[in-house]
């Protein structure tokens, strides 16, 4: 289905969709089809638990530091440096896993060539030599942008703009509707080391009146 998809936009004018914009764009139009399958799917599969979970997680965040909630009411327009603190705060997919093509040495521990190195971004998103305050939510925080969740280098999250523009949009529209999204009870959370999310999260949303 998907080798079919990528022919039909690659034999198409260029349109405004991802799959268009990845057969069409100057980057990414010569991958190999094995390449091109593997972002695909990052693309469709993965951004959705991670994109879900920091709308929850924002909406709980929010509940919890009711100043916060307050910035934002008095002033909409901190809503896309809230998001980058969402996605900070949140930290949706905890680690990543990579394997040494080297020997190095790192905070004084030797990694052999072909050792596995876990990433911990939620560890990195929480680390005080570089975050001010990183235990607090903060909505209008500097430089909020300058966080791990979307990981760094090369395998930096490819939708990471697209995730932004979602969560973005997401609460834009709810400040336009609510005048607030109310947490009801504790949430669930996923029983998972690698995905930091919630099953569910109930609430009760008050219409602006």
């Not at 190999?32 to 879900?52: A, F, K, W």
């Not at 009801?184 to 009760?204: A, D, I």
């Given at each position: 289905?998907?080798t079919r998809?990528?022919?039909?936009?690659?034999?198409?004018?260029?349109?405004?969709?991802?799959?268009?914009?990845?057969?069409?764009?100057?980057?990414?139009?010569?991958?190999?089809?094995?390449?091109?399958?593997?972002?695909?799917?990052?693309?469709?599969?993965?951004?959705?638990?991670?994109?879900?979970?920091?709308?929850?997680?924002?909406?709980?965040?929010?509940?919890?530091?009711p100043?916060?909630?307050?910035?934002?009411?008095?002033?909409?327009?901190?809503?896309?440096?809230?998001?980058?603190?969402?996605?900070?705060?949140?930290?949706?997919?905890?680690?990543?896993?990579?394997?040494?093509?080297?020997?190095?040495e790192?905070?004084?521990?030797?990694?052999?060539?072909?050792d596995?190195?876990?990433?911990?971004y939620?560890?990195?998103?929480?680390?005080?030599?570089?975050?001010?305050?990183?235990?607090?939510?903060?909505?209008d925080?500097?430089?909020?942008?300058?966080?791990?969740?979307?990981?760094?280098?090369?395998h930096?999250?490819?939708?990471?703009?697209?995730?932004?523009?979602?969560?973005?949009?997401?609460?834009?529209?709810?400040?336009?509707?609510?005048?607030?999204?109310?947490?009801?009870?504790?949430?669930t959370?996923?029983?998972?080391?690698?995905?930091?999310?919630?099953?569910?999260?109930p609430?009760?949303?008050?219409p602006?009146?």
């Amino acid at each position: 289905y998907f080798t079919r998809l990528w022919n039909e936009r690659v034999n198409a004018e260029p349109g405004n969709d991802l799959i268009s914009m990845l057969a069409h764009g100057e980057h990414t139009r010569h991958m190999e089809p094995m390449e091109y399958l593997g972002n695909l799917i990052l693309l469709i599969v993965g951004g959705n638990d991670t994109t879900r979970n920091s709308i929850s997680g924002g909406v709980l965040a929010l509940n919890q530091n009711p100043d916060e909630y307050g910035k934002l009411r008095r002033n909409p327009a901190l809503i896309p440096n809230m998001v980058a603190e969402i996605i900070r705060w949140q930290t949706p997919l905890a680690y990543m896993r990579r394997t040494a093509l080297v020997d190095t040495e790192l905070g004084g521990k030797q990694i052999k060539a072909g050792d596995r190195v876990l990433m911990w971004y939620v560890s990195g998103n929480r680390d005080d030599e570089v975050i001010d305050r990183p235990n607090a939510f903060i909505i209008d925080r500097p430089k909020a942008r300058h966080h791990l969740s979307f990981g760094f280098g090369i395998h930096r999250c490819m939708g990471n703009r697209l995730a932004e523009m979602q969560l973005r949009i997401v609460w834009e529209e709810i400040m336009k509707r609510f005048e607030f999204v109310e947490v009801m009870g504790e949430p669930t959370r996923t029983f998972s080391s690698f995905v930091k999310g919630y099953t569910e999260l109930p609430v009760q949303v008050h219409p602006k009146k």
